[in-house]
């Protein structure tokens, strides 16, 4: 099945600075690739996501970019703010019919300083 | 995008008592809902896979006896944690997925349970 990595658990910026999170999945077969934020007692929020036809995608201060022959993507945050911090998770998945589960990277929690 | 609401938010409830979480989709239909468990400071566990009008799908090792899981509507599904203990206290969340939209899932708010 399929195994996703994610790195650092932690990580620590500087506000205004860039953060980048990556992660790595094992299953080639996967095809959708979201992130979410979750922030403390809240459930996880989709924030950006990329399928596998394309390598690179962003929205405002987010992007993600896929490399797919080295099964890996990353989430890319610019000046960073202090409500960006937060726990963020990756994940991927293999759908043809929205039955399929996620399978989530362990997180990596995010503290922007002001 | 899509809303997931999730009632009671909070809940504490005394041992060997049964607690019930429902997870409605409220602007969209949802063929699939999925319930996880998640610990502090760690990641989203899989409980199990809900799809609408069938049994739900399990993951190894979660007691389907003991969390009922029904999903009787396209907007509607419950987890009822029966006979509960102190160590089923922890954060539950459900997501859903649409019948048009077939990858992206959104998640609830989240309920935290506390069994004393």
């Known amino acids: 099945g399929e195994n996703v990595e994610q790195h650092p658990s932690t990580l620590s910026v500087q506000e205004g600075d860039s953060a980048v999170i990556k992660c790595t999945y094992s299953d080639s077969a996967s095809n959708y690739f979201p992130w979410y934020k979750q922030e403390l007692g809240k459930g996880p929020q989709l924030i950006i996501d990329?399928?596998?036809?394309?390598g690179e995608k962003k929205d405002q201060r987010i992007a993600v970019t896929l490399n797919k022959t080295a099964k890996h993507f990353s989430l890319h945050i610019t000046e960073t703010q202090p409500e960006d911090s937060a726990v963020y998770f990756c994940?991927?998945?293999?759908?043809?019919?929205?039955?399929?589960?996620?399978?989530f990277g362990k997180g990596t929690r995010l503290s922007v300083i002001a | 995008g899509a809303v997931v609401s999730q009632h009671p938010s909070r809940v504490i409830c005394k041992s060997g008592t049964s607690v019930k979480i429902e997870c409605r989709s409220l602007d969209f239909q949802a063929t699939t809902m999925f319930w996880y468990r998640q610990f502090p400071k760690k990641s989203l566990m899989l409980m199990a896979t809900?799809?609408?009008?069938?049994?739900?799908?399990?993951e190894q090792g979660v007691e389907k006896d003991k969390f009922l899981i029904n999903h009787a509507s396209l907007t509607l599904s419950t987890l009822t944690v029966t006979s509960a203990h102190p160590e089923d206290s922890s954060f539950y969340i459900c997501?859903?997925?649409?019948?048009?939209?077939?990858?992206?899932?959104?998640f609830g708010p989240g309920t935290r349970l506390t069994v004393t």
């Open positions: 997501s859903a997925s649409s019948a048009t939209g077939v990858y992206e899932q959104y």
């Open positions: 809900s799809n609408e009008g069938s049994k739900a799908t399990y």
């Open positions: 990329i399928r596998s036809n394309v």
């Open positions: 994940a991927a998945l293999y759908s043809g019919s929205g039955n399929t589960p996620l399978v």
